[in-house]
C-alpha cells in the first residue's frame, strides 16, 4: 500500500522541514540568492507581499531543493496556499503519493520473419524480359532494312532523271550545221516615254520675330513683425517635451519597518560600522544590493535627481536633512535599512517606490520620478508643472 502526504501550505511544508533539520532561515537566504524577506513571506504564507507568482515558484523550487522537498508535492501545496488566498476551493484533492522506486521489466516480443517472395519471382520476371527484348530487335532491323531500300531507289531514280535532257542535247547539236557567225548590229532603243522629273518646291514662310516681354519691377513687400512673448514661447517649448500623464495620490503606506528583524543582527548584511551611523539626526537610509543587481534613482531634500546601478555585493548610505525620495528597479535584490529599522516592502513588478520619513508620504504623488520626451528623468513636481494641459 502505497504511502501518501497529505497538501499543506507551503509556508507550513517549507518552515516545518526547516526547522526540523535545524537550518537558519538566513543561511538559506545566503545560499540560494533569494532575498530574505521573500522566504519570510513564503512561509508566512502572505501571499499578497509576494512578487510575481512565476518568479514565486522559481523560489519554492530553489527552497525546496535546499531542504530535500520533492518538487512536485512543494509546487502542489504552494497552488493549494494560492487558492486558499483567493477563497478558491481545489476539487477532490487528492494526496500526493510518494515516489517509489519504479522496475521496469524488458519488453520481448517475438520477431517472426516474413517469406522473401522476391527472391521466387526474380526468375519468372527474366524469363519474360529476354524474349520482348529480342522480338524488339527483329522489329527494328526489319524497319531499317525497308527504310534504307527506299532511299535507294529514289536516289537511283532521281540520278536517270537528270542526266537525260544532257543526252538529248548532245545529239540535236550532232545533227545540226553550224551557223554563221555575224558581226552584230548596233541599235539604239529610245524609250518612247521618258521619264520627266518634278522638282517640288516648297515655300517656307519667313520667322516672325517674337516678343519679348518687358520685365516688371513688383513692389516690395514689408514681412508684418508678430511680437511673441519669450515666456508663452519657452512654455509652448517645455509642455511638448512633457506629455500629459496621470498622477496617483498615496493612500496607503508604501512599505513597513520592523526593528526585530533577523537581519540587523547579520554583520555581513548590517556591519557594525553602518550601525554607528544611524545617530538618530535627520533621515539616514542604508541600502545593499544581496541577491543581485539593480537600478536605483534618489533625490534628497533638494539636490538634483540622480541614478546608477548598484552592482550585487555593493551598498549605499544616503543622508539628508528632511526627506530621500527613492525609485529602485529588481527589488527582490536589495536589503534596505531606515534608521536602523529593516525595510518591508513587496512588489509583484519588481519596482518600487519609496518616500522617507514615512509620515511625508501623503505630501507626494507617483510617479515619483516621470521622463519626458527625450528621457529625462524629473521630480513629480517639476514634471506637473510643465505638463501639457
Same mark, same amino acid.
Given at each position: 500500500m502505497e504511502n501518501k502526504k497529505e497538501v499543506v501550505s507551503i509556508g507550513e511544508l517549507l518552515k516545518t522541514t526547516r526547522e526540523e533539520k535545524g537550518i537558519e532561515l538566513l543561511f538559506i537566504s545566503q545560499k540560494t540568492r533569494i532575498n530574505f524577506r521573500v522566504l519570510q513571506h513564503l512561509e508566512n504564507n502572505q501571499i499578497n507581499k509576494l512578487p510575481n507568482k512565476t518568479y514565486v515558484k522559481g523560489f519554492v523550487q530553489t527552497f525546496a531543493k535546499e531542504l530535500r522537498i520533492d518538487n512536485d508535492y512543494a509546487l502542489a501545496c504552494l497552488e493549494k496556499t494560492y487558492m486558499d488566498f483567493h477563497g478558491i476551493e481545489m476539487e477532490s484533492p487528492q494526496p500526493i503519493p510518494e515516489r517509489e522506486e519504479i522496475i521496469e521489466e524488458p519488453i520481448i516480443e517475438e520477431i517472426v520473419e516474413r517469406p522473401n517472395h522476391t +527472391?521466387?519471382? +526474380?526468375?519468372?520476371?527474366i524469363s519474360l524480359v529476354i524474349p520482348a527484348i529480342v522480338l524488339a530487335l527483329f522489329i527494328s532491323i526489319i524497319v531499317w532494312k525497308n527504310y534504307s531500300n527506299k532511299n535507294t531507289a529514289t536516289y537511283e531514280t532521281a540520278q536517270i532523271e537528270k542526266s537525260a535532257p544532257e543526252i538529248d542535247s548532245i545529239k540535236e547539236e550532232k545533227d545540226t550545221e553550224p551557223l554563221e557567225v555575224t558581226k552584230p548590229v548596233e541599235t539604239k532603243i529610245e524609250s518612247k516615254e521618258k521619264k520627266e522629273e518634278k522638282v517640288v518646291v516648297i515655300a517656307t514662310p519667313a520667322p516672325t520675330p517674337i516678343a519679348t516681354p518687358i520685365p516688371t519691377i513688383a513692389p516690395k513687400t514689408v514681412p508684418k513683425v508678430v511680437k511673441t512673448d519669450s515666456n508663452s514661447k519657452k512654455k509652448n517649448e517645455s509642455t511638448s517635451l512633457f506629455p500629459k500623464i496621470d498622477f496617483y495620490k498615496i493612500k496607503s503606506p508604501l512599505y513597513e519597518l520592523d526593528s526585530k528583524s533577523l537581519l540587523l543582527k547579520n554583520k555581513e548584511v548590517f556591519p557594525d560600522v553602518i550601525k554607528n551611523r544611524f545617530n538618530g539626526k535627520g533621515v539616514n537610509l542604508y541600502i545593499k544590493a544581496t541577491a543581485g543587481s539593480s537600478w536605483i534613482s534618489y533625490q534628497k531634500d533638494s539636490d538634483p535627481i540622480k541614478k546608477f546601478t548598484l552592482a550585487e555585493g555593493r551598498y549605499i548610505f544616503i543622508k539628508a536633512e528632511e526627506e530621500? @525620495?527613492? #525609485?529602485?528597479? /529588481?527589488? /527582490? +535584490?536589495?536589503? @534596505? #535599512?531606515?534608521?536602523?529599522?529593516?525595510?518591508d516592502a513587496s512588489s509583484s513588478s519588481g519596482v518600487k517606490s519609496f518616500i522617507f520619513p514615512p509620515e511625508n508620504q501623503t505630501d507626494h504623488y507617483l510617479p515619483l520620478f516621470p521622463r519626458d520626451k527625450k528621457g529625462g528623468i524629473h521630480n513629480w513636481e517639476e514634471y506637473q508643472q510643465n505638463m501639457e494641459e
Open positions: +527472391a521466387s519471382q +526474380a526468375p519468372k520476371k530621500i @525620495l527613492l #525609485f529602485v528597479g /529588481n527589488l /527582490n +535584490a536589495l536589503e @534596505l #535599512f531606515y534608521d536602523g529599522q529593516h525595510v
